[in-house]
């Protein structure tokens, strides 16, 4: 049983893109027939549901780049998401339906889980397709509503309403979706681990120290802290912690993890970075392709 699955991370997205374009042109893999589920978080939503709905995942790295900007357009006044979000939720959404119209989840072509977090109930929250017949919540909620909920980052976007939910970024509980994934495979569809292959993309991570030379700071969210800051040490923080289990619970051969670390922090929100993501994006591939390619030649 093969598993894709993609983090978060903003406009870092580009990046997952990237890599999953090169491993399309390269190996002719239509996705949503090669893999039995795919996983997105926050910005892996969209890519996750653009491949499960056969849409091709170029749109996609175009809306990074042509609508990246006016959807990462600062509002006034909100003192960098302190008083109100730093950004309108309806540039993401505008784009969000120009990809996938009126679709809904019940009309995927392969298996599809999105991540969110259940903020009106303190709980997580688990957008799936209709690929078992007890599941009945999800099946008419618009594919765009719930790539909207799970890219709902606290600071960034206002939560999103989904029918009786208050829904936030999925990132909070699950940036990297692998073990999300893992899990729904070794549950809910029954398959042996040793037949479990996995193809996991991220989207970087970045360092986010607090130099022991801030030890006397006063540690409010924004004097000390920082709210942009803290967020992404969360994310990162899943992100790996999901990355480590899923490599405890996989023997090395059966998960390709395509991901970049860096020195320094990287911004959720940073358009100015898109090309350097892109380059880095196309070398990790070519670093990758052998193990990629020997991961989607097996056996099911």
Avoid at 24 to 52: K, M, W, Y
Wanted: aromatic residues 8%; contains cysteine.
């Amino acid at each position: 049983m093969k598993l894709l699955a993609i983090d978060g991370g903003g406009i870092r997205g580009i990046y997952a893109s990237h890599v999953l374009e090169r491993i399309q042109r390269e190996f002719n893999t239509v996705f949503h027939s090669e893999f039995d589920l795919i996983a997105g978080t926050s910005t892996g939503s969209i890519i996750a549901a653009a491949i499960a709905f056969g849409i091709p995942i170029s749109k996609v790295t175009e809306l990074y780049r042509e609508d990246g900007p006016n959807i990462f357009r600062p509002k006034s006044w909100t003192f960098g998401g302190t008083v109100s979000p730093r950004y309108s939720s309806e540039p993401l959404r505008a784009a969000l339906v120009s990809i996938f119209k009126d679709a809904t989840l019940d009309e995927a072509q392969t298996r599809l889980v999105i991540p969110a977090t259940d903020i009106g109930n303190g709980g997580v929250h688990v957008f799936k397709s209709a690929y078992d017949e007890k599941f009945v919540r999800d099946r008419t909620v618009k594919v765009v509503d719930a790539v909207l909920a799970s890219c709902s980052a606290p600071s960034y976007f206002a939560p999103a309403r989904v029918g009786p939910y208050q829904l936030s970024d999925g990132g909070l509980w699950a940036n990297n979706p692998s073990l999300v994934a893992v899990t729904e495979a070794l549950t809910r569809l029954g398959a042996e681990r040793s037949a479990i292959r996995l193809l996991s993309v991220g989207t970087g991570i970045g360092k986010n120290y607090y130099p022991l030379s801030n030890a006397d700071k006063k540690w409010g969210f924004l004097t000390g802290w920082g709210i942009s800051k803290f967020i992404s040490m969360l994310l990162n923080l899943q992100a790996a912690t999901a990355s480590n289990v899923t490599q405890l619970i996989l023997d090395k051969h059966q998960s390709v993890r395509v991901n970049f670390e860096s020195d320094l922090p990287l911004s959720l929100d940073d358009v100015g970075s898109l090309d350097d993501l892109i380059s880095r994006a196309d070398k990790d591939f070519t670093h990758n392709s052998e193990a990629i390619r020997q991961l989607l030649g097996g056996n099911q």
